[in-house]
């Protein structure tokens, strides 16, 4: 089962990317159960898929897809008992960090009971499933200590790493104290052409495409000396599938363990199109946000021993990877 709000990791859950293990490929296959939540004020999915599920558009005869809302116990409780899942992959959340603060009491309630709804209806009901939870770097905030990793102490600065630190807990308690193999995947920023258009990364490479064929003049920035790890989503995914096959639960950072500013980003996409990104970028400082976080950088040294797992992507590529698929898209609706 995977529980997700938008597609974006989804995708790359089900589908067949050139991800490295074939039993990977056959296992992910297999996972037929979508928990999929609505967002608030969205048409619902099934009045209008080809719009709403775009990512997942071609598999969808492969998925069977339950609605429920995080905020509704019973719905979710039905839907666990209803599946009895074996594997259970937990991405549903309020996940902008820029929302957060906006809202705040709705990302916090959301991603908190949302997640301790998911791990109580699996104890009661699926106690043998293996759960996932997506954590954040985000947690890390004002860090402590660089490179991040799993013993990094937590100082979140936006209600979005303040709820991903409280399901963290929550995850480990429901371990600890009631058994469940539930693992809390400490993931640092990952990207793909998949990526919602408001995260910077997509954002970027969006706009230098539209720039490039003549459909827009600029592109407005917030902070351009934050630094994230960036890596490539589909890497990412494949780590979260390694944690629920091993014998014990764990926690685990995934990250590539290189840090580049937001300026970097814009620099290699610009660059890579023939552009002069400062002819185009404009700093609005209503983009700037209440509280940054403006280092992150993890050690995945514990993945890469127990999970063998290691990115290939590296940032360079990841401009590419994403600035490509967005020019290509763009050409073929002129
Ligand atoms: N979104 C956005 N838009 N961010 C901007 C902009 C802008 O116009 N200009 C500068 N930034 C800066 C932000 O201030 C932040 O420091 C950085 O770009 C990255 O912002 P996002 O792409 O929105 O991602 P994030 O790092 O806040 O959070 C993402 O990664 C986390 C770790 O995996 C999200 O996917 C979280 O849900 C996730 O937990």
Known sequence: MVLTIDDKELAYLVAKLPLKTKKFEDHVKE?????????????????????????????????????????????????????RPDECYHLAAQSFVSYSFEDEFS????????????????????????????????????????????????HPRSPYGISKVTGFHLTQNYKEAYGIFACNGILFNHESPRRGFEFVTRKISNEVGKIKLGLSKELRLGNLEAKRDWGLA????????????????????IATGETHSVREFVELAFDHLGLDWEKYVIIDDKLYRAAEVYHLCGNYSKA???????????????VKIMVDADLERLQKRL
């Not at 999929?36 to 492969?62: A, C, M, N, T, V």
Request: aromatic fraction near 12%; hydrophobic fraction near 40%.
């Open 234 to 253: 589909n890497e990412y995914v494949r780590a979260m599938w390694l944690m629920l096959q091993q014998n014990e639960p764990d926690d685990y950072v």
């Open 304 to 318: 890469k021993k127990k999970l063998g797992w290691e990115p290939e992507v590296n940032f360079r590529d990841l």
């Open 31 to 83: 996972l037929l159960e979508i928990l999929h939540f609505e967002k608030k004020g969205y048409e619902s999915q099934f009045e209008d898929p080809e719009h709403r599920l775009w990512r997942i558009r071609h598999i969808l005869d492969k998925l069977i897809l339950h609605s429920a809302s995080l905020e509704s116990y019973a719905s979710i409780f039905s839907i666990v008992e209803k599946a």
């Open 107 to 154: 990302t916090i309630n959301t991603n908190i009971n949302g997640t301790h709804f998911i791990l109580s209806a699996i104890k009661k009901k699926a106690p043998e499933c293996k759960f996932y939870f997506a954590a954040s770097s985000e947690m890390f905030g004002l860090a402590k200590e660089t490179p991040q990793n799993e013993n990094t102490p937590f």
